[in-house]
C-alpha cells in the first residue's frame, strides 16, 4: 500500500511535486491528442452494424408483419415490429411503447416541452405556475440538465449514492412540494458514475407520493442492455410494473434507444409508459409529425430480429469497451490506490467512469490533462448549471480511443490527479 | 355549354334529380373503395426511390466530403452535401440552412412550439402573452391549422386568391396588429388550390411592416420542385432575397422536405432562413436533440447528387401524378362546366385539385361520395378549427389510386357535386 499524500509532509510532498513535473513535462512533449470527453463509439462498435445496411434494398418487400407499407405515411406510433423489439429492451408491453425518431434525448426533450405548453394530461401547464422544479441526482447527465434549465425550469440536487440516488431525499422534496414536477433518472449504468438502483430504491420511487398530481419520474433506461462483463451484469427491477403496483400507474416516462447499439443518430428510440399516457401523447403527436422514419424502424426490425439478436449484438460491444474501461480502471487503481486523493467506481456497463478527486481539484486536474493533450468533459458539466460544488466530480468517457491510447490518456489523468492534489494540499499547509 | 342548373326551374331540376338518384344508386352497387382523402404518393411514385436504399450499403465509405463520420455523432446542422442539397432545391444558400429528420410538419412544430416557450430572437415568450393570433390563407393545409390550434393561437381566415393571399387583408393585420405573429403560406401549388404566388404578392410580403417586431411568415415550400407538366412550370421569388433586400431579413422561415420526393416518413427536411434565426434556432437544437439522421442525410445527397438529380427525379414523379390529375380534370370539366354548381383551378403541380362547390354542398357532397364508397378529406378540413364558412370547399387528392380508379372516382365525384348541388338548389325554391 503506497503512503497517503494526506499523510506526508511538507517536505515530503514538495519532493513528490517537482518528481510530478519533470513528468508532466515529458508527457507534454508527447504532443498527444486525445479525447475522453464524450460517450462516442469507437470505429469497431461502428463497424459491428454495418451489415444492417445491407438488410434494407431495392429488391426489399418493405411492409412490416401487418402489411403496412414503410415507405408511405402511417404508423404513426412506429410499426408494430420495431415497438415490438423496443418494448422487449425496455422490459414493457408493446402497447406501451411509441417509438420515434432517432433520438431519446429528443423525446425528453418533447416531454418537458409538452408539459411546459400543455400541462400532464390535463394539469397546468408548466409555463402558467410561478415555480416549476425538477430533482437532479448528481452527478448526472450534463444533456438532462440542459433540457430543464433551457425551460428555467429550478433544479435541485440530489446525492447519488452507489445503490440509486438519496431516497430520503427524494421522498422529502416529492411528498411535500407540489412544485416538484420530475426527476431525471438513468437508473441502470448510471451517466456516469455507473452504478444501478437496488431494487429498494426502485420500490421507493414507484412508492411516492408526489404533492404533485403532474409529478413525472424521467426514467432515461439509456444502458439497459450496455453490459460491459459476460458474468458480472446489473439488473434493476421494472419500474413501471412497480409504479403500477404502488397504485402510482402514470407516474413514470421511460426513455430508451438503440443509439449506442446500431448507430448514433442512425437508430431508433421510444418511449414507454402507461396507456393514459400514451393516449396524452398520441394527442400531440398527432399534430406534430406526419410520423417517423418507418423504413429505419424496419431495419432495425428485420436486423436484430428480437430482444436475442439485440443481446449477442451488444456482447460484442462490451468485448471492444472492457479493455478500454479497464486500462483506465487498472491504471487507476495501481497508481492511486492508497494516496486518498481520489475515489472511483468500476462500472459494470454503460460508458462512463467517473472519478472524485479531492474537492476543489476538478477543474485544475481537466486543465492540466487539457495541456497535455487529453481533452476530458469539462469539469461541473455532470451537475446542473455546469456547477460542483465541491469540484470535486470529472466523468471520464473511454469508448471512443483505442486501447492503447485510452492506456495512454489515462496515464496523464492519474499524473495530472496527483500533481493538482499534491498542490492543493500544499496550498493549504 | 350546357344549360345551368342556376337557370332551370323546379321540373327541370326534379328531372334531373330523379335521373342522378338513378345513377348513384347504380354507383352504390359498384361496392367502390377508393381514398382520395390525403396526399400520399402511390405505389408508382414509391417504386422510384428503391435504387436509393442500394446507395448506402456496408461497403460504403460513410464519411462526408469533409471527412465526417455520418455515424457517429456531430454535424448537428446537417451534413454539408445535404445542407448544400436542400439549399438548392430551396433557392437559397447552404448557411443558412438546417437539415433536420425526416418530417419539416415537424419542425414547423418546433418552430411556433420555441416561439411560444422561448419567444423570438430574444422576444417575450408567446405564452406569457394574453392573445397571440396567425393569419390562415383559407383554404390551406388542414395540418398548419392544427399546430396552431394546439398552442392556442388564434387564427384568422385570409381569402387566398389565384395569385397569393388577399395582401390588403394581410397588410392591414399584421402592419396594425402586434398580436399577429405569424402566417400560414404554402406559396408553390399551394396545398389545396394548386396557385402559385405572384411576384408581387411576395414582394408584399417582403415589404410588410409588422407591429410586431417577433412576426415570421411560415413560408411553407412543400411543393417547390413537384411540377407535373414540363412544359407549363410555375416560379416563384425567392422570399429571402426579397425579404432581405426589404430590409426585413429575419422575417421568413422556409420549410421544406423530401417527403414526397425519396418516401414520406424516410426523407429529409430542412428549414432555410437568416443567419440570426439560425444562430437562435441551433441554441434549441443545441440542447434538443443530439443531431439528426446523418446516414439518410448522405443516403440522399448520394442519390441525388444535385439539384438536376433532383429535377430529374421529379420528371418521373410528374409522368406518373399527370394522367391522375387530368383524369379528374377532365371529368369535372366535361361534366360540370357551364352548369354553375362548382368552381376549380387547373393545378400545374402539388398535390391536390380544390373544388369549391356551391355554398352550403360541400359536407353533403363529400358524405355522398363516402356513402358510394369514395372518400375525400373531410369538407370544412382545409380551414381552421374545420370550419368552412361556406361549407364550399372540397379537397381532392388524385396521387394514391391509379389513373384509372381516379377516373372512376371522379366520376362519382360529379355525380355527387350534381346530385347535392340539385337538392340543395330544390331546397331554397
Redesign the interface.
Known amino acids: 500500500m503506497k503512503k497517503s499524500y494526506r499523510q506526508m509532509d511538507k517536505n515530503e510532498l514538495l519532493t513528490i511535486k517537482a518528481a510530478l513535473e519533470e513528468k508532466y513535462k515529458e508527457e507534454q512533449a508527447k504532443g498527444l491528442q486525445l479525447n475522453m470527453a ?1 460517450g ?2 469507437g ?1 469497431e462498435q ?1 463497424a459491428l ?6 438488410v ?3 429488391s ?1 418487400d ?1 411492409n412490416t408483419v401487418l402489411g403496412n ?6 404508423d404513426l406510433d412506429g410499426i408494430g415490429e420495431c415497438r415490438r423489439l423496443m418494448a422487449a429492451m425496455m422490459e414493457v408491453e408493446k402497447d406501451n411503447v411509441i417509438v420515434y ?3 431519446s ?2 423525446i425528453m ?1 418533447d416531454t418537458v ?1 409538452r408539459s ?3 400541462g400532464v394530461n390535463g394539469s397546468t ?1 408548466w ?2 405556475l410561478d415555480k416549476v422544479k425538477f430533482l437532479c441526482p448528481v452527478p448526472g447527465y450534463d ?1 438532462h440538465f ?2 430543464t434549465e ?2 428555467g425550469i429550478e433544479m435541485i440536487n440530489i446525492p447519488l449514492n452507489s445503490d440509486g440516488p438519496d431516497m430520503d431525499m427524494v421522498e422529502q422534496y416529492v411528498n411535500n412540494d407540489a412544485s416538484v414536477k420530475g426527476i431525471w433518472c438513468v437508473p441502470k449504468y448510471s451517466n456516469p458514475t455507473g452504478i444501478s438502483y437496488s431494487d429498494e430504491v426502485v420500490k421507493r420511487f414507484a412508492a411516492l407520493k408526489p404533492a404533485a398530481e403532474d409529478f413525472r419520474i424521467f426514467w432515461d433506461n439509456a444502458y439497459c442492455i450496455h453490459h460491459i462483463y459476460k458474468d458480472k451484469q446489473d439488473k434493476i427491477l421494472n419500474i413501471l410494473d412497480e409504479c403500477e403496483k404502488a397504485g402510482n400507474p402514470d407516474m413514470v416516462y421511460m426513455f430508451a434507444s438503440t ?1 449506442k447499439i446500431s ?4 437508430g431508433v428510440s421510444a418511449i414507454a409508459t402507461s396507456l393514459k399516457n400514451v393516449e396524452f401523447i398520441m394527442k ?1 403527436l ?11 424502424q424496419l431495419r432495425h426490425s428485420r436486423f436484430f430480429g428480437d430482444l436475442d439478436g439485440l443481446k449477442a449484438h451488444m456482447a460484442k460491444h462490451a468485448d471492444i469497451l472492457r479493455p478500454k474501461f479497464e486500462a483506465v480502471l487498472k491504471e487507476l487503481d495501481e497508481e492511486l490506490t492508497g494516496l486518498e486523493i481520489g475515489e472511483w467506481i468500476e462500472p459494470r456497463g454503460g460508458y462512463f467512469i467517473s472519478f472524485n478527486a479531492m474537492e476543489g481539484c476538478a477543474k485544475a486536474i481537466v486543465a492540466k490533462c487539457k495541456e497535455c493533450g487529453v481533452v476530458l468533459t469539462g469539469a461541473g458539466a455532470t451537475f446542473p448549471y455546469g456547477k460542483d460544488p465541491k469540484d470535486s466530480n470529472i466523468r471520464i468517457a473511454p469508448s471512443f480511443p483505442s486501447a492503447e491510447d485510452m492506456a495512454a490518456a489515462a496515464k496523464v489523468f492519474v499524473l495530472c490527479v496527483k500533481l493538482a492534489s499534491v498542490e492543493k494540499l500544499l496550498s493549504e499547509m
Not at 452494424?49 to 445491407?54: E, G, I, R, S, T
Not at 407499407?69 to 402511417?74: L, M
Request: charged letters at 20%.
Open positions: 464524450r462516442k463509439p470505429a461502428l452494424a454495418m451489415p444492417m445496411l445491407d434494407i434494398n431495392s426489399c418493405m407499407d414503410t415507405r408511405n405515411y402511417g425518431g432517432n433520438s434525448l429528443n426533450y416541452s411546459v405548453t400543455h401547464p409555463c402558467k444533456r440542459k433540457i433551457f425551460f443509439s448507430f448514433p443518430g442512425s400531440q398527432t399534430v406534430q409529425t406526419i410520423g417517423h422514419d418507418k423504413i429505419n
